[in-house]
């Protein structure tokens, strides 16, 4: 377990604990953090924002009633996450401008020669390979326009390929512990190794990956069968620093090896990560700092920080604890069957919020069920399929999601052409249909073998 979700007060028995004042308290400013987070879109007041006045909210309503201070508030950040996904940011931020991705998708356009599920498919595959190792929202940030302009030069409409990439960045960002932002959260909570949460993940989230590509052909038929003009991709010059682009794909090996040894080496994912950043800085050394790390998104970053300080507030307040205790006795009866209900309700929940604060809320709760000595460690498997799958019901399923819808806007608008908009019904005949099938794939395999889910996570 890692301090930064675990309150003093942890130990105490959950059925023991009866509602009080500064629940209540704790209570109504996470509601109204977590309303004002999800109707963004009606408001405009970006989400970092809420969260911070959330975050500041708390820590004057904690101390005040003497259940949370600023120095709790510091150990309820995970750190872990924040650095983490700042130094791949910071990685990326370093690649981009080479080219180098570019080249990838071209090559791709290329010898797709035209046939549009077959490019979908290799374009597909690039997108779930880079989401493996980078998370979704940085995938679709990278690949979202270069498939609008190779949809550009062969005339077809991006709308397809746009859903495909951020479907299948979704789906296959769950394989591993830095492909989603929701795993990095549960991993750094629960003490889950790179290595043990792909050899839990990497088969159930390939089945479901393979569901989603059949889905795919199935919905966009019409748009499928039909073969694109031709068109040239020159590719030969794309990449404009060789030098950097590989250094990069080499510091980028030697990370996956050192995620893969990282609990030998005793280094947490964010250590390697750094390392990793530390070696691209040295070998691009005439690259000014100032210049990449310009384009690090801190408002996500500080987003996750306000979160945390939010989502800690209400821990120490034992209001997570207080309603761990009405899930308790439904997981000590059946615990398969709170594996498969908190799978679909996590879904569900994040199909229509964000899946970052429902995961940042549920930790906590789990948490809290584990100290009072139940077996929790199939509830994270189940609370990470849940929360990636059900990003793929709606366009605020996921970050990446709310990216490609807005792509597509702006696409939209310049072209002007509304058939290129991705609005949420668009989303909702593509995008749903994948989540619930997926989430049937999960849950035979995760029925099927689940002594290998409920199996202990350090051996």
């Known amino acids: ?99 180098g991705f570019e080249a990838i998708a071209y090559t791709i356009a290329k010898l797709s020669k035209g046939r549009q599920f077959l490019l979908m498919v290799m374009l597909g595959t690039a997108v779930t390979g880079l989401s493996l190792l980078l998370d979704n929202v940085t995938t679709v940030v990278i690949f979202g326009p270069l498939i609008v302009l190779i949809c550009k030069a062969l005339r077809v409409s991006p709308v397809p390929y746009l859903l495909a990439a951020a479907l299948l960045s979704d789906t296959g960002g769950v394989a591993t512990l830095v492909g989603d932002p929701p795993n990095l959260m549960i991993g750094s909570a629960a003490d889950i190794d790179f290595n043990t949460f792909f050899y839990h993940m990497g088969g159930i989230v390939f089945a479901a990956w393979i569901g989603t590509l059949f889905a795919l052909r199935f919905l966009f038929n019409k748009e499928m069968s039909v073969k694109a003009k031709t068109a040239k991709f020159e590719t030969g010059n794309l990449i404009t620093d060789k030098y950097t682009w590989f250094a990069s794909i080499g510091v980028l090996l030697m990370m996956v090896v050192l995620f893969i040894m990282h609990n030998a080496l005793h280094w947490e994912a964010w250590v390697v990560a750094a390392f990793g950043l530390t070696v691209l800085m040295g070998l691009t050394h005439t690259a000014h700092p100032d210049e990449r790390l310009a384009e ?66 549920m930790i906590p709760i789990i948490l809290g069920m584990e100290a009072q000595g139940i077996t929790v460690t199939p509830l994270w498997w189940a609370l990470a399929l849940g929360v990636g799958m059900g990003g793929n019901g709606s366009h605020l399923g996921s970050t990446a999601n709310v990216f490609i819808v807005t792509l597509s806007e702006r696409i939209a608008k310049k072209e002007g052409d509304p058939s290129l908009r991705i609005t949420p019904m668009e989303w909702f005949k593509h995008g749903t249909p994948v989540m619930i099938l997926t989430l049937i794939i999960a849950s035979i395999v995760m029925i099927t073998f689940f002594p290998f889910y409920n199996g202990p996570l350090h051996q």
Request: charged share 10%.
């Open 1 to 99: 377990m890692t301090e930064a979700h675990i309150s003093p007060d942890t130990a105490m028995m959950v059925g023991e604990l009866a509602f009080n004042n500064s629940m209540l308290a704790s209570a109504i400013i996470l509601v109204v953090t977590f309303v004002g987070i999800f109707t963004e879109e009606i408001h405009h007041i970006h989400r970092t924002k809420v969260a911070m006045i959330g975050a500041a909210a708390m820590v004057i309503c904690g101390q005040l009633m003497g259940f949370y201070n600023p120095e709790g508030a510091l150990h309820a950040i995970d750190w872990n996450v924040v650095l983490l996904l700042g130094a791949m940011m910071t990685i990326v931020a370093i690649m981009i401008p080479t080219g």
């Open 296 to 361: 690090v998104e801190l408002a996500l970053l500080l987003f996750f920080v306000a979160l945390f300080v939010v989502v800690g507030g209400v821990e120490h307040s034992q209001f997570l604890m207080w309603i761990g205790q009405f899930i308790q006795p439904f997981v000590e009866e059946d615990l398969l069957m709170a594996c498969i209900v908190l799978m679909w309700a996590s879904a569900f929940l994040s199909a229509a919020i964000d899946n970052i604060p429902f995961t940042a809320a």
